[in-house]
C-alpha cells in the first residue's frame, strides 16, 4: 500500500517543508512530486494517522500512486482511510488535479457521454478518449496508466544544527540560556548570507537524543544574530519548567534559502556632456568654454547667448 498525502489551496513552502519533515519521522520512503503532493510508506501509521487529524490533511492509502491521490481528494479532510482501488470516486474529483488542467465544462462532458466515476474512465482507450475529448482525453489516458517508480528514500535538504552538552543534569535557567546563546552563536556562522524559515529548539536526555521539543514558523527569513535569539528565547520560556531537566540543549535552523536577490543595473547610463565637463574642470578649467544663455528669446546672436570660461580659484594668496 501506497500513502498519499495532499493539501488543496495556497500554502507556504516552510509550512510545506514542516509536514514533509514531520512524515519523514515516520517513513524514511518519501516522493514529493510538487508543492503540497507527496506519496510515502507506512512505517509509523499510528503517527501519520495522528499528523493528518491534526494538520488536516487529505491522505489515503491504495495500492498505485493514482488511485490513492484520488482517494485522497476524494475523501474527508483529516482521516486516513484504505482503498482498494479508486474505481468510485466520481469524474468530479479530476478537477482538483492541478497537472490535468480539466474545468467544469470537460467534466460535464464526461457525465454526458455516461462517464460518471472512475471505473467507467477506465474501461476507455486511448483512441477513445482522444477522439471524443481530444488533448484532455490523451492527458486523462496518461494520468490513468503511467507507471510509476517504487518509493526512494528522501533526502531531507540541508538544515543547521548547534548543540551544548552540560557535564551533569541541569534545570538553571541562566546557565540553560547561556548554553543557547552559544549555540545561537555556532549556527549563525554556519548560516552565513543564507536565510532561516523556521527554528526549532529540543531537550536533549542523557543518551543526546531530543525529549521535548518546540518549534516555530517564521513570517520571514533571518540570518542575523538578534533575530534568531528573540525566538529562540521564546521557545525557551515555553519549555523552561520546575520539573524540565536538561542534559544537553539542541537549536535547529531549518527552511534554509539562499540570499535574496538584489536587482543590479544591466546596462551603463550614458554620460552627458555636463558629467563629462565636470570631470574635465579640473585639469583643462582654463581653456575650456561654455555657452550661457542670456535671451532665450532674442534674434540677435550676440544678445541670444554668449561664451564664457570656467571659473576656478586663482592660486596664490587670498
Same mark, same amino acid.
Given at each position: 500500500?501506497?500513502?498519499?498525502?495532499?493539501?488543496?489551496?495556497?500554502?507556504?513552502?516552510?509550512?510545506?517543508?514542516?509536514?514533509?519533515?514531520?512524515?519523514?519521522?515516520?517513513?524514511?520512503?518519501?516522493?514529493v512530486?510538487?508543492?503540497?503532493? *507527496?506519496?510515502? @510508506?507506512?512505517?509509523?501509521?499510528?503517527?501519520?494517522?495522528?499528523?493528518? /487529524?491534526?494538520?488536516?490533511?487529505h491522505?489515503?492509502? =491504495?495500492?498505485?500512486?493514482?488511485?490513492?491521490?484520488?482517494? =485522497?481528494?476524494?475523501?474527508?479532510?483529516?482521516?486516513?482511510?484504505? %482503498?482498494?482501488?479508486?474505481?468510485?470516486?466520481?469524474?468530479?474529483?479530476?478537477?482538483?488535479?492541478?497537472?490535468?488542467? #480539466?474545468?467544469?465544462?470537460?467534466?460535464?462532458?464526461?457525465?454526458? %457521454? @455516461?462517464?460518471?466515476?472512475?471505473?467507467?474512465?477506465?474501461?476507455?482507450?486511448?483512441?477513445?478518449?482522444?477522439?471524443?475529448?481530444?488533448a484532455? &482525453?490523451?492527458?486523462?489516458?496518461?494520468?490513468?496508466?503511467?507507471?510509476?517508480?517504487? *518509493?526512494q528514500?528522501?533526502?531531507?535538504?540541508?538544515?543547521?544544527? =548547534?548543540?551544548?552538552? %552540560?557535564?551533569?543534569?541541569?534545570?538553571?535557567? &541562566?546557565?540553560?540560556?547561556?548554553?543557547?546563546?552559544?549555540?545561537?552563536?555556532?549556527?549563525?556562522?554556519?548560516?552565513?548570507?543564507?536565510?532561516?524559515? $523556521?527554528?526549532?529548539?529540543?531537550?536533549?536526555? $542523557?543518551?543526546?537524543?531530543?525529549?521535548?521539543?518546540r518549534?516555530? #514558523?517564521? $513570517?520571514? &527569513?533571518?540570518?542575523?544574530? @538578534?533575530?534568531?535569539? #528573540?525566538?529562540?528565547?521564546?521557545?525557551?520560556?515555553?519549555?523552561?519548567?520546575?520539573?524540565?531537566?536538561?542534559?544537553?540543549?539542541?537549536?535547529?535552523?531549518?527552511?534554509?534559502?539562499?540570499? /535574496?536577490?538584489?536587482?543590479?543595473?544591466? %546596462?551603463?547610463?550614458?554620460?552627458?556632456?555636463?558629467?563629462?565637463? /565636470? =570631470?574635465?574642470?579640473? /585639469?583643462y578649467?582654463?581653456?575650456?568654454?561654455r555657452?550661457?544663455i542670456?535671451?532665450?528669446?532674442? #534674434?540677435?546672436?550676440?544678445h541670444?547667448?554668449?561664451?564664457?570660461?570656467?571659473?576656478?580659484?586663482?592660486?596664490?594668496?587670498?
Open positions: 500500500m501506497i500513502l498519499c498525502v495532499a493539501i488543496e489551496g495556497a500554502l507556504r513552502s516552510t509550512h510545506w517543508d514542516a509536514i514533509v519533515e514531520r512524515i519523514h519521522r515516520c517513513t524514511p520512503l518519501i516522493v512530486t510538487g508543492h503540497g503532493t *507527496l506519496y510515502a @510508506g507506512t512505517d509509523d501509521l499510528n503517527a501519520i494517522r495522528t499528523l493528518v /487529524r491534526l494538520a488536516n490533511l491522505a489515503a492509502l =491504495a495500492p498505485d500512486r493514482t488511485s490513492a491521490l484520488l482517494c =485522497a481528494l476524494h475523501g474527508k479532510v483529516g482521516r486516513l482511510d484504505a %482503498f482498494a482501488n479508486a474505481d468510485d470516486v466520481p469524474v468530479s474529483v479530476l478537477l482538483r488535479v492541478p497537472e490535468l488542467a #480539466i474545468g467544469e465544462l470537460e467534466t460535464e462532458r464526461l457525465r454526458l %457521454f @455516461g462517464i460518471s466515476t472512475i471505473s467507467h474512465l477506465r474501461t476507455l482507450e486511448e483512441r477513445h478518449l482522444r477522439v471524443q475529448f481530444g484532455m &482525453g490523451t492527458r486523462l489516458y496518461t494520468f490513468l496508466t503511467t507507471p510509476h517508480i517504487p *518509493l528514500l528522501y533526502v531531507p535538504p540541508p538544515a543547521i544544527i =548547534a548543540h551544548e552538552r %552540560f557535564d551533569e543534569l541541569q534545570y538553571e535557567p &541562566g546557565i540553560i540560556a547561556a548554553a543557547l546563546e552559544s549555540c545561537v552563536q555556532l549556527a549563525i556562522m554556519e548560516l552565513g548570507p543564507r536565510q532561516c524559515w $523556521r527554528i526549532e529548539l529540543s531537550v536533549l536526555d $542523557r543518551a543526546d537524543e531530543p525529549c521535548t521539543q518549534s516555530r #514558523i517564521l $513570517r520571514d &527569513g533571518v540570518n542575523t544574530r @538578534g533575530s534568531i535569539l #528573540i525566538h529562540a528565547h521564546a521557545l525557551l520560556q515555553e519549555m523552561l519548567s520546575s520539573s524540565q531537566r536538561w542534559w544537553g540543549i539542541e537549536l535547529r535552523l531549518a527552511s534554509l534559502t539562499p540570499p /535574496r536577490a538584489v536587482q543590479t543595473q544591466l %546596462f551603463v547610463e550614458k554620460k552627458s556632456e555636463q558629467d563629462v565637463s /565636470r =570631470a574635465l574642470i579640473s /585639469r578649467a582654463t581653456v575650456m568654454k555657452v550661457e542670456n535671451d532665450p528669446w532674442s #534674434i540677435i546672436p550676440e541670444y547667448a554668449r561664451i564664457t570660461g570656467y571659473v576656478t580659484d586663482r592660486p596664490g594668496n587670498v
